[in-house]
């Protein structure tokens, strides 16, 4: 654990801009925008086009889906957990909830029973709306966390995976409803206070946190966000990131509303499905995870024309190497932009973003508006020198709260004066922040900090490489027990390379202190979360344990 830092140094970064953030509630924010059609089509299904809205049937739905909720008891400041794959229904029942006074929670809808009651339990869920097919879980830990059968409602949208029919009651009836406004206000106190949303962090490093946020930390959001998202051109948004995460809500459901942005909604990532879309639609914008990237960069060629007309991609959540961001621009139109956004749950969806200029690891070359960074030693002081590492904090109005009834954790994360801890090592150069890994990762060889994200990248450049992770171990005697890095690759082809040549592949390229000296192990696959995080929690309890034995 880092001592507390002194809040005496500046920061080392700023965004370029200050925008004012307003105080308001955030349906209010949302619907505000006069400067666009409202008639407009907002989300449409991508499975079924026939199914859209333009943002005056959004905000008619909203209303009435807000009267129905009323009706069924929803109060402010209780948690309503939406748990389902997307659907153009989930942004109406997100906003509704919200609409209430209520905080959304969100659910990975391939949690199992026990990751749910997890969660139930540490955000204080009263109601569910589950998409029929996934209620068997559901059902489970709300019987274990106590949550009464008639709070527990099917999310019966009428989208192509979601008619399966089950004996709960139907979400249907509540969009029947009178329409009653939301609960409005425009002080500051109510805006910081007001609680939007409990969402869930990946669980990259243990099980998922609950991360409160609140009102004015999304408007904050959409401010800071309007510039990079705002183009030139009528932007055709497909979305097919999971909604209940922070990377893809805002995009999926606040800044389609705000800037009048047409976004067309999978229920889930599929190949096929996204490349269909991309054609019949024309569409021109989307958000990815690494891996969704290296599907498209995988398939055939008659899937790649599909997506000749995509000029930017969003593409977060986990470390994006250079070889892939270069590579994957062939997928698209050929003046696309791949664009690497680093940010993390507990300060909003993004904080910086790369362009694909060529540095080879790194992410975050510049903040958004409104957002500082500064980097901490491992004696709490703040760095001053270029090139030196140390944890990257950050500082913006996108911050949360906390993590919700997690008071001592909330402390370690949210230091004086609203710094916050990413736990992720960073520096800085050239005006430019470069992240390296998370700080609990980086190994340390004799005094050295070596970044496994580093080493990832040039080794998955190795032309018979697919894939590759690197962990620190133990070696060494009592009294000089030191780490170093051990790779675990996936070749191309089974034997299609020695463990000698990957070590002399990296020793090429990095200085000495950085070798492979853990040795190198061949395997199948590696490990991953959907957004292409590399699960190193999995690798130590099942492959290093093994090999100790
Ligand atoms: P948990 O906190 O539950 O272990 P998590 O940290 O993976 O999970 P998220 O908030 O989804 O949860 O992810 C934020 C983290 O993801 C960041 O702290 C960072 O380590 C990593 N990350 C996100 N985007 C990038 C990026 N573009 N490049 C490198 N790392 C990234
Ligand atoms: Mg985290």
């Known amino acids: 654990m880092l001592p507390h830092t002194e809040d005496t140094g500046e920061p080392v970064m700023r965004g370029e801009k200050t925008h004012e953030i307003p105080f308001t509630d955030l349906l209010t924010w949302l619907f505000g925008n006069e400067t666009y059609d409202h008639n407009k089509t907002i989300y449409a299904d991508a499975l079924n086009p026939e199914r859209s809205m333009t943002t005056l049937e959004v905000e008619t739905k909203v209303k009435s889906l807000i009267g129905g909720l009323r009706s069924i008891g929803v109060q402010p400041g209780d948690a309503v957990c939406i748990h389902s794959f997307n659907d153009i229904m989930y942004p109406i029942l997100f906003l509704a909830i919200i609409g209430c006074g209520a905080a959304f929670v969100g659910t990975n809808p391939g949690y199992t029973a026990f990751e749910l009651e997890h969660h139930f339990k540490i955000s204080g869920t009263k109601f569910i709306f589950v998409q029929p097919s996934l209620s068997k879980n559901v059902n489970e830990a709300a019987q274990a966390t106590s949550i009464p059968r008639d709070r527990i409602f099917a999310f019966d949208t009428g989208g192509q995976q979601f008619n399966e029919q089950d004996e709960l009651r139907s979400f249907k009836e509540l969009l029947e409803h009178d329409k009653e406004d939301w609960l409005k206000f425009n002080d ?83 190949l096929e499905v996204f490349a269909n879309s991309s054609a019949m639609y024309g569409i021109n914008e989307t958000a990815v995870a690494p891996p969704v990237l290296q599907a498209f960069l995988k398939s055939p060629p008659k899937t790649q024309n599909k997506l000749k007309t995509i000029k930017r991609i969003w593409c977060g959540g986990a470390p994006l190497n250079v070889k892939l961001q270069t590579e994957a621009r062939s997928c698209f139109a050929e003046d696309s932009e791949i664009v690497n956004i680093w940010g993390m749950t507990e300060i909003g969806i993004t904080v910086g973003m790369k362009y694909d200029d060529i540095d080879r690891t790194g992410a975050a070359s510049k903040l958004l508006a409104n957002t500082e960074a500064r980097i901490v030693n491992d004696f709490g002081a703040n760095v001053t020198h270029t090139g030196e590492q140390g944890e990257v904090q950050i500082r913006t109005p996108q911050c949360c709260s906390g993590y919700w009834g997690n008071s001592e954790a909330t402390e370690e994360l949210i230091l004086r004066n609203r710094w916050v801890r990413t736990g ?49 171990i133990k070696v060494g005697t009592e009294d000089d027990e030191h780490e170093v890095p051990r790779a675990y690759v996936v070749p191309i082809e089974v034997g299609g390379i020695t463990e000698a040549e990957v070590k002399d592949f990296i020793l090429s390229k990095l200085s000495k202190y950085k070798a492979l000296d853990g040795g190198v192990y061949f395997v199948d696959t590696i490990p991953k979360s959907p957004a292409g995080k590399i699960l190193k929690k999995i690798i130590r309890a099942e492959w290093l344990s093994k090999e100790e034995q």
């Open 424 to 472: 992720d090592v960073a520096y800085f150069k050239d005006g430019k922040l470069y992240i390296m890994d998370r700080k609990k990762e980086m190994i340390k060889v004799r005094g050295w900090q070596v970044a496994p994200a580093e080493l990832e990248a040039i080794l998955v450049s190795h032309p018979r490489i697919k894939d590759a992770a690197v962990i620190g």
């Open 188 to 270: 500051e106190h109510s805006a910081k206070t007001t609680l939007m949303g409990l969402f869930a962090s990946s669980g990259t490093t243990g099980l998922p946190k609950v991360i409160a946020l609140s009102h004015y930390a999304w408007v904050a959001g959409s401010v800071i966000l309007r510039e990079p998202l705002e183009r030139p051109y009528e932007v055709k948004r497909l979305m097919c990131l999971p909604s209940f995460h922070g990377f893809a809500a805002p995009l999926t459901i606040g800044v389609p509303l705000r800037l009048g942005q047409t976004t067309y909604i999978m229920p889930r990532f599929d």
